[in-house]
Structure formats: C-alpha cells, structure tokens
C-alpha cells in the first residue's frame, strides 16, 4: 500500500471494559485493509485481558495498557504519542469508539477526508433527528452545539463524536492538551480555534446499540466536566462587571451633581470605573480565558480599543435613558452592560485574541 492509500491511516482505539462488539470492529477492518490499528486498554481489568489478546495475537493489532483506568483523554494522548513515534510519515490517524458506533465504511470516508485535507480536523458526524437516537445523547449534544458555537466560536453539528481524522502536526499539539477525561475532546475542537485549524465534516451513519447502554459517557457527570471549561469564561466577565458596577457606584456617590462642560457626573463615572475594570479584565482574558499566543502588545491595544467603544457606548446609552427612566443609575447601566457584554465578547474572541 502507498501512502495514498487511506487504509495506511493508523486507527485508534480507546477502549475501556470492551465487549464483543470490539473484536467484530477489528475483524470488519481487517477484512477492509487496514493494517495499523492501535489500541489502548484504560484499565479494564483482569477480566477483559481476552480480548486485547484477541486483538493482538488474532487481528495483529498494536496493543497499549493502562493500569488503571485514566480516561478516554489520557487513552488518546498515549495513541498520539505511539503513532508519532512509530509512523512519523503519517498524514494523521483516525480515532474510533470501540463499542460498535463506527463502521468501517464510516471510518474510511473519514480516512479519505484526512487525506484529501492533511491539515484539517476531521469529524464523522451523525444526525441527531432521527427516531433512533437516545434522548440523552440527543439533547447532550444539541446544547453543547450551541454553547460551543456561541462560546468557543467553533461551529460543528456534533461535538461529541469520536471518529475524527487528526492530522500528525495537530496530533503533537493535543500532547499537551488539557485533560484526561471525555472533556479532551471538546478541549481538542476549542485548540482548532486558536491552532486555526479548520474543521471538515464528513456525515456518518447515526447508530445506537442498546440505547447507548455501554457507553461510558456520563451525560451529568461529565457534561459538568465540559461546561466547567467555559466557567472561565463567565467568571471573568461577572467579576469584571462586578468591579465596574461597584467602582461606579463608588464614583457616582463622590461626583453627584458636578459637570464639566458637556460631560455630566454619570459620564465621568463611567469612564473612571471602565479604565480600572478593563486593566483587570484584560489582564484575566490573556492570561487564563484566552490563553492567547499573541504578543501583550497587540491584543492589549485591541482590546483597549474595543474597551474605549465600549465604554463610549455605555456612557452615552446610560447618560441617555436616565432622565428618561430616572431612579438608581445603576439600574440603568446593568441592561445595557449586558448588552453590550455579549457583543464585546464575541468581538474578543473573534479579533483581539
């Protein structure tokens, strides 16, 4: 086989406490051609060894051992690292699910994706609008699609699928990728984002055995993993808010009633408390929500930009409503910083980090 040939794409196979369904996978891709299939055992156990033996001994796999169980995240990595050290030339590998969710026409078509976009992450993706599909992963999905396009800027119709095609070069990246669970694989579409590696869908068949019952996927458990990844996120922009409410209210109580020429009491307020608040939430935005590779230099005068806009908007909006609505100027100021909030997060996300 040349290099061109999608069945020389090592496959990997994370799999923990696997079943039957695991031994007909590997017969059904080696009876399709291909020829490096890699498996990580996540500490199943004694009672599971058979299988893995089956794999090795039977099907000539290349076998990997957890001694305890680490995680589909930590499983992965240990396949990245293998299949870059023992197949330095290739183009990428595919991962799959070992519990019978992925065939080997749907895992080809993603092999002759990654080979058509070497660069480009790959995602086998199922539709979820289908009868068959279990509630739970239904819904899962649907809501974390929404959240990652909103949050993350990234635009995919199912982020949790765990046939992707991933190019050698973003395989050294997601080494040192955080974590270990089924959170690294939504980690792994945020890192596309900031390593601009553009994403390439490829439809596959949507199957569920038994409801899903064996997968090891915790919808509550671990979606709370997932979702806490975006607590930054929140955390940096309430507190942050929180600091300019507070400072505001602060420069309202010691200015009331002064003006300087055109500029009231309610403007300068808002001024002074967006200059200190923003030197707080940039500092926060680069170094822990971001986590940006540009220079200070260049995000910082974007960002204060963006801040000085910001601030222009909310000065004017509250100086305007006020005397419409009169009581607490704060309760002016809060809608339209929440307002203005989401369109200045996507304005970060998109062109300052």
């Known amino acids: 086989m040349s290099k061109t040939d999608p069945r020389e794409i090592p496959i990997i196979i994370p799999s923990y406490e696997p079943d039957e369904k695991l031994i007909k996978l590997l017969a059904d891709l080696k009876e399709k051609g291909f020829s490096k299939i890699v498996i990580v055992d996540d500490g199943s156990g004694e009672e599971y060894q058979h299988f893995f033996e089956q794999a090795k001994e039977k099907f000539d796999c290349f076998v990997m051992h957890h001694a305890v169980n680490m995680g589909k995240g930590r499983a992965l990595k240990t396949a990245f690292d293998f299949v870059l050290r023992e ?16 065939t080997p026409e749907c895992i080809l078509a993603c092999a002759d994706a990654l080979l ?32 990652m ?31 270990e669970r089924f959170e690294f694989e939504t980690n792994m579409l945020m890192e596309t984002k900031k390593s601009t590696v553009s994403i390439v869908e490829v439809p596959i068949q949507t199957i569920y055995i038994e409801e899903n019952k064996t997968s090891h996927f915790n919808p509550i458990r671990d979606s709370v993993r997932i979702y806490m990844l975006f607590g930054k996120f929140l955390f940096s922009s309430l507190s942050s808010s929180v600091v300019d409410l507070v400072l505001f209210s602060v420069f309202c109580y010691l200015l009331r009633g002064q003006q300087w020429g055109s500029i009231t009491y309610i403007m300068a307020s808002t001024v002074f408390a967006r200059v ?38 909310s000065a004017l909006l509250v100086n305007f409503l006020y005397p419409l609505f009169g009581g607490a100027e704060v309760l002016i100021k809060i809608p339209v910083d929440v307002f203005l909030f989401f369109i200045s997060f ?8």
């Open 116 to 147: 058509a976009n070497p660069d480009s992450l790959i995602m086998g993706c199922r539709c979820f609008d289908k009868e068959n599909v279990p509630a739970r992963s239904e819904f899962g999905n649907k809501c974390t699609r929404v959240v």
């Open 87 to 102: 197949f330095p030339d290739s183009v990428g590998s595919i991962t799959a699910d070992s519990d019978g969710q992925h």
């Open 276 to 313: 200190l608040s923003a030197v707080y939430n940039y500092s926060i935005n680069y170094k822990v929500v971001f986590e940006s590779r540009n220079s200070v230099g260049t995000t910082m005068a974007k960002y204060f930009l963006l801040a000085v806009v910001q601030m222009c908007c």
């Open 346 to 353: 996507v304005i970060q996300r998109e062109f300052v980090y």
């Open 149 to 179: 396009k909103f949050l993350a800027g990234v635009s995919v119709s199912d982020t949790q699928t765990g046939l992707r095609g991933i190019p050698s070069s973003f395989m050294r990246e997601l080494l040192t990728l955080k974590g």
